[in-house]
């Protein structure tokens, strides 16, 4: 059996690093919804300079799509009003013609892995072009997500979008999920019953 990385680790490693050198480097920090933004945000504040990168084409349907960057934009105006967001054009059919061939997957499988690696390497396309030292995103929070392909894609893409670094991270790990789950609802946030893509509405909900 493979052996699992604690990428959290490699986190607080990065952090330690950061303060010790007195650095508080540009992040690109992509962020798919509001509620996954709350704990991770928590954890990442004070030690990097964030710009929020939104570009979730894999959302369906586009009025969820704007939802959830609405919900996203009014946690920010609460907690962080100075953060900039970047917001990409909504472009659900080009978007799905890599997915569609692993339609039945359940979530967590090669779709999955396809749908990460289409935003991530859009975000650290954006970073390197605008001068980011580090992109990351905060998928890594949710318990459907795969903490492991997340961050073997973000070192894979480090390579090839060099000098920008990878943000390894797992915030799920120290109950992030759960303090997550606490911050939404003392914002009375909005929190979505499916991932996102119109493959996940299918698993998700009774036909
Ligand atoms: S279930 Fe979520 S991560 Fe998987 S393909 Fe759909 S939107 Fe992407």
Redesign the pocket.
């Given at each position: 059996m493979e052996n699992k990385e604690n990428y959290q680790k490699y986190f607080e490693n990065e952090v330690n690093l950061l303060q010790k050198a007195g650095k508080k480097p540009k992040l690109l920090l992509h962020a798919c919804c509001g509620p996954c933004f709350t704990l991770p945000y928590e954890l990442i504040k004070g030690n990097f300079d964030v710009t929020i990168i939104y570009n979730n084409s894999?959302?369906y349907p586009e009025e969820e799509y704007h939802r959830r960057l609405d919900e996203l934009k009014k946690y920010v105006s609460e907690v962080a009003p100075e953060i900039k967001i970047i917001e990409f054009d909504y472009d659900n059919v080009s978007y799905n013609k890599d997915?569609e061939p692993?339609a039945n997957?359940r979530?967590?499988?090669e779709?999955?892995r396809?749908?990460?690696r289409k935003r991530l390497t859009q975000g650290f396309a954006y970073a390197k072009e605008h001068g980011f030292e580090y992109f990351g995103t905060v998928?890594t929070i949710s318990r459907?997500?795969n903490s492991q392909d997340l961050n073997h894609i973000g070192l894979e893409l480090e390579k090839e979008f060099a000098p920008v670094k990878w943000l390894a991270a797992d915030f799920k790990k120290n109950d992030g999920y759960n303090k997550s789950l606490v911050i939404v609802r003392e914002h009375k946030m909005y929190f979505q019953d499916?991932?996102?893509?119109k493959?996940?509405i299918r698993?998700s909900k009774p036909e």
């Open positions: 894999n959302i997915l692993y997957d979530e967590g499988n779709r999955c396809i749908c990460f998928m459907y997500k499916y991932c996102g893509c493959f996940s698993h």
